[in-house]
């Protein structure tokens, strides 16, 4: 059985109306839910007596009904035509009624193959293929959140000077990533110059990360008392802009999967979600709240506290490698989502995602 944590940092347990709930609310909500996930049509109390398996009469089990509605956990969107769950049945669903198993070893076996496919190692590429891969396991939208590039080793970096005072930094990182930077320190710089900076950063950096490279600089720059102090300004002042980590940043796949289910076949509700998917910012933001907590995380609907993603579920899990966590993959789906697909995938993928990153690359050492 898989750990699952909520969307309000709850790990385990039971939540409050799922306590008060007897044996057989609990089987009629949990078969309520199944059915509607299953069919997307609302349930009525003679569908949940063929398969509920209780031996209790029709007119109980709208009793029932009556007081799970009473509670909030469910609703009845017609009169006498069923009923479905509300953001707070799933929600009581999630937390105490599913039973998630995880996937076997020839899924996993599967999915490791197919994630580093054609990759090379590349850390960009590992993160298309499995924000791809998420997609296609559970036909919904797979997002991957990047890992930060300070949190990377560079293997090398060279100046261009560009003309005036800008330079053009080209960082190459231990994973195999390449990138290209346009940086404008405080005064032009001669080729030498920049020659002997690349020649410093790379004899005395090469092999560690990012931010423990300048904190060093800083450290031995405040140290520096000789003729080495002019370098080490202008390897800091290089430094400083070449490395800074880029923005955020996140792979989406699938998008397109959700235009043909129909609780979110609402023309402005896909209007809506595409938008969002295009500035990634809020998204980003909802990703970055899950990094610091364990295992998998599930926002239902307003939980995620955006509007476009209201009637839409996040289900979310960390990946990570060395100890250390890099960034969060997840899946976005209709609330009507069948949760014990979704987060094994969703577990299976971060683990071994965490897994290609960790090895044969180098991976991130403690800041200082």
């Known amino acids: 059985m898989l750990a699952v944590s909520t969307g309000w940092g709850y790990v385990g347990g039971m939540t409050a109306p799922a306590m008060s709930l007897d044996p057989r609310a609990r089987q009629l909500l949990r078969t309520l839910i199944g ?26 089990i709208r009793n029932i009904l009556a007081d799970l ?54 850390t960009q590429a590992l993160l298309g293929n499995a924000s791809e891969l998420l997609s296609a396991m559970t036909h919904f939208v797979g997002v991957v959140g990047a890992p930060r590039r300070e949190q990377f080793a560079f293997r090398q970096i ?36 920049l020659e002997k900076v690349a020649n410093y950063l790379n004899a005395h950096c090469a092999g560690r990360p990012l931010a423990q490279i300048r904190a060093t600089l800083l450290h031995e720059l405040r140290q520096a008392r000789d003729e080495m102090e002019l370098l080490l300004a202008q390897s800091v002042e290089l430094a400083e802009q070449a490395l800074e980590p880029p923005g955020d940043d996140m792979v989406l796949a699938g998008q397109t999967r959700l235009m043909g289910l129909q609780d979110l076949s609402d023309v402005e509700r896909l209007r809506e979600l595409f938008e969002a998917f295009a500035r990634k910012r809020e998204i980003l933001q909802l990703l970055e709240r899950t990094q ?56 299976a993928a971060a683990e071994v995602l965490g897994a290609a990153l960790q090895t044969p690359r180098e991976t991130p050492g403690p800041v200082p």
């Open 35 to 60: 059915r509607y996930i299953h069919d997307g049509e609302p349930v009525g109390s003679q569908t949940l007596a063929r398969h509920a398996g209780l031996d209790v009469s029709p007119a109980t």
């Open 69 to 122: 509605e009473d509670s909030g956990l469910l609703s009845s969107p017609h009169t006498s035509a069923g009923r479905v769950p509300t953001v707070q049945g799933y929600r009581v669903f999630v937390d105490s009624l599913l039973q998630v198993r995880s996937l076997g070893e020839r899924e996993l076996a599967r999915l490791r193959a197919e994630l580093t496919a054609g990759t090379g190692g590349g």
């Open 158 to 193: 060279d100046f261009v000077p560009l003309g005036g005072r800008r330079v053009l930094a080209i960082v190459v990182f231990a994973d195999g990533e390449v990138q290209n930077r346009v940086v404008e320190p405080q005064r032009s710089f001669e080729p030498a110059e």
């Open 292 to 347: 610091r907590a364990p295992g998998v995380r599930i926002f239902i609907g307003e939980e995620t506290g955006l509007a476009p993603l209201d009637g839409v579920s996040l289900v979310t899990a960390p990946y990570g490698a060395g100890g250390q966590v890099l960034g969060v993959l997840g899946v976005i789906g209709p609330t009507r989502m069948a949760y014990e697909r979704v987060i094994p995938a969703v577990q």
